[in-house]
């Protein structure tokens, strides 16, 4: 049985690690080839995990090709920053370069990076979204390459330890948008890892050149704080009332004088008002076999 030889750029990142799990734990036993930079961190070790030290940094196109051809790579994996627009475009043209068939670039957002309204006001999304055009471009001119991205949502994990859902875990607030009655979909990093390995090694056919929708859930503030209480069995998270919409303009205004804390407020609000993939056609859960995860108990393993 031919094992898939599979690259990944970016371990180390916040969504690194679960898509080298999720890949280990596959049961096609695929083989995975780790891409570092000189300066990155060392990698995980492995029976089925080779390390490759990219010499340039930022990596050149001549270095990642080379890199790709000598380990016969089928499927490159990005998990680095969506910001790091120049490499993610130049990882697509090494794809292209050397035959590799299936591209997954950086994209794992907490939104749709094609829609128009969250464009406008976080330029970070305008790099994924010009990333994904680049590679839409190749896959036209280039039959053997292919690419997907995938949108997942606010990272759960992630966000419930920090304030990316509007909620501080450690203060025991809440912003709650609207009232906090929106459903949104969320992705754990977990499940996140499952669609990557399911789109390169279960259903490659199937996904090339889209972007695709997954979530673990799709819930709204007032359940994450109701499954927080339950597990905590503490006092009641105390949430505040914030319109959303004034909200957004009065982030925008600041994120454009340059306020970096701004931009992660508007991620979150806009996580939450602009991210309910229910009833999306894009919406893949049941093509990556990705079974809805359990509220309660995700927030009992994040928080104990």
């Not at 490759?52 to 000598?70: G, K, Q, R």
């Not at 893949?284 to 104990?304: P, Q, W």
């Amino acid at each position: 049985m031919h094992a898939h030889h599979i690259a990944l750029i970016g371990v180390n990142s916040r969504i690194g690690p679960a898509i080298l799990q999720a890949l280990l734990e596959h049961p096609s036993k695929p083989h995975i080839v780790i891409f570092l930079r000189p300066t990155s961190h060392p990698a995980p070790t492995h029976p089925r995990i080779r390390t490759v030290t990219i010499p340039s940094d930022p990596p050149t196109l001549h270095d990642l090709t080379s890199a790709l051809n000598e380990h016969d790579i089928e499927s490159l994996v990005s998990a680095l920053s969506p910001a790091d627009r120049e490499t993610q475009i130049t990882l697509a043209d090494a794809c292209v370069a050397a035959g590799v068939y299936r591209y997954i670039p950086a994209d794992y957002g907490s939104m749709r990076s094609d829609d128009p309204y969250v464009l406008d006001l976080l330029p970070n999304f305008r790099n994924k979204k010009l990333v994904r055009e680049h590679c839409q471009a190749l896959a036209r001119k280039h039959k053997s390459f292919t690419w997907t991205s995938l949108a997942s949502g606010h990272f759960f994990d992630y966000g419930l330890r920090t304030e990316l859902l509007g909620i501080n875990e450690k203060e025991n607030s809440a912003m709650l948008f609207d009232g906090g009655k929106d459903r949104f979909s969320t992705s754990t990093v977990k499940q996140i890892g499952k669609a990557v390995a399911a789109i390169v090694l279960d259903k490659e056919e199937e996904t090339a050149n889209q972007m695709l929708l997954i979530q673990s859930f799709c819930v709204s503030q007032l359940e994450i704080i109701k499954a927080m209480d339950e597990v905590k069995g503490r006092r009641p998270v105390k949430g505040v009332y914030v319109e959303s919409e004034g909200f957004i303009e009065e982030k925008a205004a600041e994120a454009k004088k340059g306020d970096a804390e701004a931009v992660e407020e508007l991620v979150a609000v806009l996580g939450i008002k602009r991210s309910n993939w229910t009833g999306d056609k894009l919406f893949a859960n049941e093509l990556l076999g990705l079974k809805e995860e359990n509220l309660r108990d995700v927030v009992h393993d994040v928080l104990g």
